[in-house]
T-cell receptor, first 112, second 114 residues
Framework: GQSLEQPSEVTAVEGAIVQINCTYQ??????LSWYQQHDGGAPTFLSY????GLEETGRFSSFLSRSDSYGYLLLQELQMKDSASYFC?????????????FGTGTKLQVIP | DVKVTQSSRYLVKRTGEKVFLECVQD?????MFWYRQDPGLGLRLIYF???????EKGDIPEGYSVSREKKERFSLILESASTNQTSMYLC?????????????FGPGTRLTVT
């Protein structure tokens, strides 16, 4: 089977940097995605890492270490609008199909 | 603009009723998915489809079935609704193959079974 672990809640100050970690156990691993979901909204795709290293998209960066089965999402220059839930999701080969399994989510609260 | 729509935003049904949740995407995506989202449990995959008339069980298929007669439409069916199926249901679509890493979600249907 597969499992993902991420913290349930994180609080950070506006303007600061926050890192949300994700560890996973799965076979047939392809890559790690990150999604953002505001309360009452739909999840929206943020980033994807298939190879080791850091991917940067504006204020958001995502990192993957395949050897450590670990990744993180880094949010810089935090804004109040970044308050949301963040999900990591592993893409894997399962039964001949590419599938995605989501983590349980990290609720980020940005405070003034 | 990419769009996934779901037939209802809120739905209230009685125990034992047959419930249909509809999802339509306008992106010509091959892949479509149904998830349910519950507090503390994240998104859990119910069923997915990678082609018309094709369906595969996800992680929690019990009590559900699906139908994909057209590429743009993927329906989730609760054969006999039960209170433990009260949840937020999210539909998503994606490009084929490794395109599943980037899924586009609909706004969700909050289903209450009484």
């Amino acid at each position: 089977g597969q499992s993902l672990e991420q913290p349930s809640e994180v609080t950070a100050v506006e303007g600061a940097i926050v890192q949300i970690n994700c560890t996973y156990q799965t076979s047939g691993f392809y890559g790690l995605s990150w999604y953002q979901q505001h309360d009452g909204g739909a999840p929206t795709f943020l980033s994807y890492n298939a190879l080791d290293g850091l991917e940067e998209t504006g204020r958001f960066s995502s990192f993957l270490s395949r050897s450590d089965s670990y990744g993180y999402l880094l949010l810089q220059e935090l804004q109040m609008k970044d308050s949301a839930s963040y999900f990591c999701a592993v893409m894997m080969n399962s039964g001949g199909y590419q599938k995605v399994t989501f983590g349980t989510g990290t609720k980020l609260q940005v405070i003034p | 603009d990419v769009k996934v729509t779901q037939s209802s935003r809120y739905l209230v049904k009685r125990t034992g009723e047959k419930v249909f949740l509809e999802c339509v995407q306008d992106m010509d995506h091959e892949n479509m998915f149904w998830y349910r989202q519950d507090p503390g449990l994240g998104l859990r995959l119910i069923y997915f489809s990678y082609d018309v008339k094709m369906k595969e069980k996800g992680d929690i298929p019990e009590g559900y079935s699906v139908s994909r007669e057209k590429k743009e439409r993927f329906s989730l069916i609760l054969e006999s609704a039960s209170t433990n199926q009260t949840s937020m249901y999210l539909c998503a679509s994606s490009l084929p193959g490794t395109g599943v890493f980037e899924q586009y979600f609909g706004p969700g249907t909050r289903l209450t079974v009484t």
